[in-house]
């Protein structure tokens, strides 16, 4: 077993509270727990630097922190504080428990107590958006409490789907610290600016609480809603300063200012002290049973975190157990309770599951629980992930890498928030990433967190922002520096699917809906799926649109507070399943068919003879069947054939081919050439979250030995999320460096033809079939050889990432039909599909889609609804990040025929480049047959794995 211990800096006193390495041991306790663990890191305790407030910091806001308890800032909150008093945009980029939050609420509430003091009493406002419900009500609690000492002059609300009708008209009106999230602001607040002209006319600082969380296609949309918010702000007289708190990022004023679009100042220099943190990688040990080809199967990473969330129960260790699914975070929840009542009866109601789904009442109560220590222990989704106040935590136990680096420290850091020490455990999934990271710790250690990836001139994301742009104020020419060059490209297009109309010199918004409905900044897709008891009517919670064909189809095993259910029907139209309670020995996953086609090449590289590339592709999607798989085992009971619409996805990929000379240098004869870039492309999957800040679930991929598109075996790794979300072009960039990971995950492993850390995938459609491991290495062997001086040459993308013209159907994902359920659209490529099968747990991008790629609206709803629930996939997820329960504003309605009226509008698609695609189960024999075999995951942003508030 590694140790690394980083300093020989004294410890802090930690009596009071169970040692890390003590807790450590007695889990390690037994010759075969010892042996699971991989590594130890110890990282060292650290004194904190102090410093003093500004001298502009109001005294009464200093006496009330000093109330608090502190004395005085640390060097990092009180530089913050200067640079925001001097109307200077900043990000804080510390670590967990690094007081970020004090460094902006000083400000902030000074400059509320002189607004005060204005006639109306309401001088200065400031506005809080945080990617969670959870984390805007925790700093709520914390504000109110905070200013306390200061009456009145401080009127601190929250602001999302579950405020009651009856109290936002006074946050309106009165209400001076207004706490919500961007799913909020998107769909209740700008549409209505109207009514909170008084606020947003006071508005002088906005806060974006765990900034770094705003990556990829839902980063994209939240950099254009505050472009909004900063359009209308003008319109109002405000200039409001923007305040970032992010956890350690690379880049964090880089990615400030690409989310904002305005210069931001970076303080990363944590002065805060730290208590001792033991983080140990685990890997569970390898069971008696085979797997597909007599592969060696491991136990499964659920099943040991449960036993672990057990044995800190039973010590009386407070504990948090993070699991990538909200079905995982059920599944530990109720085996540690079995295994409680084993030993102590009394310890079961002291063990909870924390997920997205739960009704707003059921999560409230469970907060409360965890504050006030009535929990020991909770199975959680990364709903608690973010600033959430958990202080009191002795140990953290992570199921699995939760996709990045940043992510893995946000988790650990929920331990030892009271300057404790910590203990931190990974517990390794078994497939490759996993498997290569306990075995390469200076891959978490030693490097830097990733930096933050988003696109908000991705055309997909900005049209229908510009739509919701010019319903709350017209659009000029002056408009066009805010929301970027694409502006220019769009606008015309807008106008001619008849959503947008010029008039003189200003773009106007020409229907009756509202235009914030057009897109949810999720990216889910479609009204929430209510999941119903049939006996009693009795609503249990809700799962996204996306998420619905693959987690509550037909026979889909459904889990909610620790009960089981089977779904008995699911209703696409009328967004509703159907489910009764049983107690089946399974649990299921969704297998699905997967094509892909090529529309553009954007750029390419040579690759000796073979060629790297990037551009523009066309995935169809179509869950077709589902797997009965027993719990603890994994093994296939059975498989049901499922009848589900296609869905279809124009993203951005990268690609690479091999020649046939290259293949001969390999010694891959046609027998094992699909199965060795079958296995290259399950394992590049796997790898690619080390070099793009996505997990697995935000990405796909095909390999196909003879692509019509390319006339060369081809293998295929695209962006999970309509025009692409930046991990494709980031894999392009980054090339040479992942396939070596890559082949070097896979030579590695001590499998004979391989298995799941290496090669094999759970949710392989053609059930792992064929595979071949040698030749996997001895192909990525030929290809990175002959690679390496052709990339470092390096080949510039274009910056665009426009996928294609944006216009009604050539740009949709899908069409809609009357009865709201997706058909597969005309297919817009220069070459034919090629059709893959693989499993999955969750969907792809799902939902209606109207013209222009807009999703289709939700129903009829008032225009600042409740809360529907949470929408979260089951990625990453809701209908309004995180994909839990921050989805929380659907509109108004626009009705089905509108869209057909607009697609008419658009432009024609070219028949010469039109094809008709639909996507059909094969087997792998039949696919061999074909002359492709395919493919490893639909992207799916995680089963739940967004699971946001």
Not at 359 to 370: D, K, V
Not at 507 to 520: Q, S, V, Y
Not at 541 to 570: F, I
Not at 573 to 582: H, K, R
């Amino acid at each position: 077993m590694a140790k690394n211990h980083r300093s020989d800096r004294p410890p802090v006193d930690t009596a009071s509270r169970p040692a890390p390495d003590a807790v450590l041991g007695r889990l390690a306790s037994g010759p075969s727990r010892a042996s699971r663990i991989t590594h130890t890191e110890h990282l060292p305790p650290r004194e904190g630097r102090h410093a003093v407030w500004p001298d502009r910091i109001r005294a009464e806001v200093v006496a009330a922190v000093q109330a608090a308890g502190i004395e005085h800032p640390w060097a990092h909150q009180a530089r913050a504080a200067e640079h925001a008093l001097d109307g200077e945009s900043v990000v804080v980029a510390t670590g967990t428990a690094s007081g970020k939050s004090l460094a902006y609420l000083t400000p902030v509430l000074s400059t509320l107590l002189d607004g005060a003091e204005a006639p109306n009493g309401r001088g200065a406002t400031a506005l809080y958006l945080a990617p969670t419900k959870a984390l805007a009500a925790d700093q709520c609690r914390a504000v109110k409490e905070l200013s306390r000492p200061l009456g009145h002059s401080v009127r601190a609300a929250v602001y999302d789907g579950d405020t009651p009708f009856e109290e936002r008209e006074w946050i309106r009106q009165y209400a001076n610290y207004v706490l919500t999230n961007p799913d909020m602001l998107h769909r209740g607040i700008l549409p209505s600016h109207s009514r909170w002209s008084s606020f947003l006319k006071a508005l002088k600082y906005v806060v974006i609480d765990e900034c770094h969380t705003y990556r990829g296609v839902f980063g994209s949309h939240v950099a254009q809603v505050l472009r909004r918010l900063r359009r209308l702000c003008a319109r109002y007289g405000a200039a409001p300063v923007f305040l970032l708190a992010s956890a350690t990022a690379a880049e964090p004023a880089v990615a400030a200012r690409r989310l904002t679009g305005l210069p931001v100042i970076e303080v990363a220099d944590d002065a805060s002290p730290r208590g001792e943190l033991v983080f140990a990688l685990w890997e569970p040990p390898l069971t008696e049973l085979h797997g597909e080809k007599g592969a060696p199967v491991r136990r499964t990473a659920t099943a040991e975190a449960a036993d672990l969330l057990t044995d800190l129960t039973v010590q009386g260790v407070r504990s948090v157990t993070f699991v990538r699914s909200r079905r995982g975070a059920e599944l530990i929840s109720v085996i540690a309770q079995e295994r409680l009542a084993e030993v102590d009866r009394s310890l079961t109601g002291r063990v909870a599951a924390y997920r997205g789904g739960y009704l707003p009442e059921e999560r409230r109560a469970l907060e409360r629980a965890l504050h006030s220590g009535e929990l020991l222990g909770l199975a959680a989704t990364n709903a608690l992930e973010l600033g959430v106040d958990i202080s009191g935590l002795d140990a953290v136990v992570i199921a699995g890498y939760p996709g990045t680096r940043a992510s893995l420290w946000q988790q650990a850091g929920r331990a030892g928030r009271s300057g404790q020490g910590a203990l931190a455990v990974l517990v390794a999934r078994d497939d490759p990433l996993d498997t290569f990271l306990v075995h390469h710790p200076e891959a978490l250690f030693d490097q830097p967190v990733e930096s933050t990836v988003l696109d908000p001139d991705n055309p997909y994301v900005l049209a229908p922002h510009l739509c919701a742009a010019a319903e709350e104020q017209p659009l000029t020419d002056d408009d066009i520096a805010l929301f970027g060059p694409a502006t220019t490209d769009l606008l015309p297009q807008l106008e001619a699917a008849k959503l947008l109309r010029r008039r003189t010199r200003a773009w106007h918004w020409t229907r009756r809906e509202r235009a914030a409905d057009l897109t949810d900044i999720r990216g889910a897709g479609g009204r929430p799926v209510q999941v119903v008891e049939a006996g009693t009517g009795r609503l249990l919670g809700t799962v996204d649109a996306g998420a619905a064909h693959t987690t509550v189809h037909e026979g889909a095993v459904h889990l909610h507070q620790g009960r089981t259910y089977l779904v008995r029907s699911l209703d696409l139209e009328d967004s509703v399943a159907l489910v009764e309670q049983a107690s089946p020995p399974y649990t299921t996953v969704a297998r699905d068919t997967t094509s892909i086609s090529v529309l553009e090449t954007d750029t390419e590289v040579p690759w000796g003879e073979g060629r790297l590339c990037f551009g523009s592709v066309e995935v169809t999607n179509q869950v077709v069947s589902f797997l009965r798989r027993r719990v603890m085992t994994g093994e296939v009971l059975g498989e049901t054939k499922l009848d589900l619409p296609p869905r279809t996805l124009r993203t951005r990929a990268v690609w690479w081919t091999v020649t046939e000379d290259q293949l001969d240098r390999a010694r891959i004869n046609p027998e094992i050439l699909g199965g060795a870039l079958h296995a290259a492309e399950h394992a590049s999957i796997g790898m690619l979250p080390l070099f793009a800040t996505c997990d697995r679930w935000d990405i796909g991929g095909v390999s196909v030995p003879l692509h019509p598109d390319t006339l060369l075996p081809t293998v295929f790794v695209y962006d999970g999320h309509p025009g692409g979300a930046g991990f494709a072009e980031r894999a392009f960039h980054t090339a040479r460096s992942w396939l070596t990971a890559t082949r070097q995950a896979i030579a590695s492993c001590e499998c004979d033809a391989g298995c799941p850390s290496c090669i094999q995938s759970p949710k392989c459609g053609n059930g792992n079939e064929p595979l071949h491991k040698r030749g996997a290495v001895r192909l990525l062997t030929v290809l990175l050889a002959e690679a390496t001086e052709a990339t470092d040459s390096g080949t510039a993308i274009p910056e665009t990432s426009d996928p294609g013209t944006v216009d009604t159907r050539t740009m949709n994902p899908r069409t809609v039909n009357p009865g709201g359920t997706a058909e597969t659209a005309t297919a817009v490529g220069t070459g034919e599909t090629a059709t893959a099968v693989r499993v999955g747990e969750a969907t792809g991008t799902a939902g209606t889609v109207g013209p222009a790629g807009l999703a289709e609206p939700a129903p009829e709803q008032a225009r600042e609804p409740a809360a529907p629930g949470d929408a979260a996939p089951e990625k990453a997820a809701p209908v309004g990040a995180a994909r839990d329960d921050a989805a929380d504003v659907p509109g108004e309605a626009v009705p089905t025929e509108a869209w057909g009226q607009a697609a008419e509008a658009g432009a024609k698609v070219p028949k010469e480049t039109a094809r008709e695609e639909t996507a059909t189960k094969e087997t792998a024999s039949e696919g061999e047959q074909r002359g492709w075999v395919s493919d490893e995951e639909r992207p799916d942003r995680m089963p739940d794995e967004e699971d946001r508030e």
